[in-house]
């Protein structure tokens, strides 16, 4: 998946609602943490405690984390006895990684 970073003149003004969304979106992922568990799950589901482990952070602020994500729709879950996993429900959000993952190199 290809981000196109750059001046496109040819653009239309995005709708107001449209835009709302985007914020939204971007609000729900805009921190250092949710962004490397959406980096995570881009490779499929995880528990929180295989996410708690790759991040090195405690279950409370993964979990935290995980439902302020989860709350904006940009993740699913589903409970399999005592785990939790979660998923990405919403596949643009990979779309924003790969932008920044992107623009990072150019930095």
Known sequence: MKCSIGANNDLKPIDDEKLRLAAETLK????????????????????????????????????????????????????????????IANPRVIKVIHCIRQSAEDL
């Open 28 to 87: 729900a992922v805009a921190h250092p943490v949710r962004l490397r568990i959406i980096e995570i799950l881009e490779k499929g589901e995880k528990s929180v405690t295989q996410i708690c482990a790759k991040l090195g952070t405690k279950q409370s602020l993964t979990s935290q984390q995980l439902n302020r994500m989860k709350d904006k729709g940009v993740l699913n879950s589903r409970r399999e006895g005592n785990l939790v996993y979660y998923s």
